[in-house]
């Protein structure tokens, strides 16, 4: 069984039941709400990130050349880290997928802004994602930086976690994030991108009030470890 583990903001960390160890949209160095630091990451398999934006991707070039994982994203990202010297990259693209060893990753659309952390150049600019992961038969959706999409109507049926943005001001608020539920009828929904700066601050107690019986809402703080089965 895979479990999942949350790092504060939109960082999550996977165990699958094979033993593949993932990390999502790394994020700790500088993040407040982190529970621990990159170095702590160890064994690393897999990094996934769902854009370009430094809080998403500012820990992946470094844990990637220190743990020999692999990056997965955007054709643009990945090809940008080779322009850094990180080789063995998988570029994907949206509603693109691939059978990984540890199961299948759809990345799906996002929409949100498209800028790069640390390239000056801008060459590398892309499309934001996010990913829908098949882990041990469990389906995890991880919505990355985005508004409320239409689109996310063509998941309905295929998720059973859903983590879903509800800071407001950059990305879906919490009631587009309800709209969001309406469209996907998850089983389980893990909040994401709040509280961790003014401009995000968000009342979970009120979300999850708001949510009513859509879906289970599970509100996990830094730290937290989800079984997913």
Not at 148 to 155: F, G, I, P, S, W
Not at 188 to 210: G, M, N, S
Request: proline share 5%; with cysteine.
């Amino acid at each position: 069984m895979a479990k999942l583990t949350f790092h504060g903001h939109s960082t999550f960390s996977i165990e699958t039941g094979d033993g593949t160890r993932i990390v999502v949209d790394p994020w700790f160095t500088g993040n407040p709400m982190a529970d621990i630091a990159a170095e702590d990451l160890e064994d690393l398999d897999y990094v996934f990130c769902t854009h370009g934006h430094e809080d998403h991707i500012v820990d992946a070039f470094p844990l990637v050349r220190r743990t020999g994982a692999t990056l997965v994203s955007t054709f643009e990202i990945v090809m940008f880290a080779g322009s850094q010297g990180i080789e063995g990259g998988h570029p994907m693209h949206i509603g693109g997928g691939w059978d990984f060893p540890f199961g299948r990753v759809q990345m799906t659309p996002a929409l949100h802004g498209g800028q790069v952390h640390g390239d000056e150049s801008g060459q590398w600019t892309t499309v934001p994602g996010g990913f829908l992961f098949e882990l041990d038969g469990t389906r995890v959706y991880h919505a990355g930086d985005t508004a409320l999409l239409t689109d996310m109507q063509l998941l309905k049926g295929r998720v059973d976690v859903a983590l879903l943005p509800i800071g407001d001001n950059f990305t879906m608020g919490p009631e587009e994030a309800v709209r969001a539920i309406e469209f996907i009828e998850p089983k389980v929904v893990v909040p994401i991108h709040y509280d961790t700066f003014e401009l995000i601050e968000q009342d979970t107690d009120a979300f999850v009030e708001k949510v009513g019986s859509r879906a289970r809402v599970e509100v996990m703080k830094a730290g937290d470890t989800m079984d997913l089965g």
